[in-house]
């Protein structure tokens, strides 16, 4: 039989030992290993909002282009980095109603975060030229619970969005068409946003003004001449809104209620 040297294991080595057996330069790697710890990059919200990444995409869309339409799967949100859009429904009859106005730092088809996955029950459609975030719903619902930051401002914004449509519903149960129809041109200058306001508003029809109003597209006209020859708006092209328009939805400053301002003729 070969006299074969068999190697004697430590008891370090076994794992019954204890620290005072392992060598001190072993101890040292280990420790120093322990005290290692991996830190979570902090989130970026508007990194996240603006870049493209796993699950979103950037999508650039022409006037008129939809975003999505009225009966397609609901599959994701966006997110408007620049331009302005509409919301519109369409009824059984065929009739088309415009429900809301986009604007950039919204979202828009946040109806597809729903616990069952659905059709859209509306149409996002660019008034101008858009650029946007398309989120996939997977990431959307991904992303919520673990970013507090881009949860926080995703609940900012549904709120906000509640109380404006409660302030629609309100606008159209008690206002005149005229007053309504300044409050919109007010809405999509951005007056009353953070920042400067933008007094010319992107091109819109008057037949879209009319829907969004509850109104004719002749009223519309007639309003919106009535606005020029005041001086709270001028358009050709693209219609320039004045902060003196603010007077007719904050305190009713109109010809019939302030005698300082000349009345026009035929007002309906």
């Not at 939809?66 to 059984?92: I, R």
């Not at 005229?178 to 009353?192: C, H, P, V, Y």
């Not at 010319?200 to 606005?227: C, Y």
Request: hydrophobic share 45%; net charge neutral.
């Amino acid at each position: 039989m070969l006299g074969i040297p068999i190697p004697l294991l430590t008891c370090w080595q076994c794992g019954r030992g204890t620290n005072e057996d392992r060598p001190t330069s072993i101890l040292q790697a280990e420790e120093g290993f322990q005290m290692v710890e991996l830190e979570k990059p902090a989130f970026d919200v508007a990194a996240f909002l603006a870049q493209v990444g796993l699950g979103r995409r950037i999508v650039q869309l022409a006037p008129k282009q939809p975003f999505f339409s009225q009966g397609d799967s609901a599959d994701s949100v966006f997110y408007l980095q620049k331009g302005s859009a509409k919301v519109t429904v369409v009824s059984h009859a065929g009739k088309e109603a415009t429900i809301r106005l986009i604007s950039a730092g919204d979202f828009v088809g946040e109806e597809s975060l729903a616990a069952v996955h659905g059709l859209r029950l509306a149409t996002a459609t660019a008034i101008a030229a858009c650029t946007a975030l398309k989120i996939g719903r997977e990431e959307m619902i991904r992303v919520m619970p673990e970013e507090h930051d881009f949860s926080d401002l995703f609940l900012r914004f549904l709120l906000s969005r509640s109380m404006r449509i409660q302030a629609d519903l309100v606008d159209q149960l008690f206002n005149s068409s005229e007053k309504r129809l300044a409050r919109i041109l007010l809405l999509m200058a951005e007056f009353g946003k953070p920042g400067e306001p933008e007094p010319l508003i992107p091109k819109i029809s008057q037949e879209t003004l009319a829907e969004m109003i509850g109104t004719t597209r002749s009223r519309v006209s007639f309003f919106m001449n009535r606005f020029r020859k005041l001086g709270f708006i001028e358009y050709n092209d693209r219609i320039r809104v004045h902060k003196s328009l603010l007077n007719i939805v904050l305190l009713d400053q109109l010809p019939e209620h302030n005698p300082q301002i000349p009345a026009m003729a035929g007002v309906p």
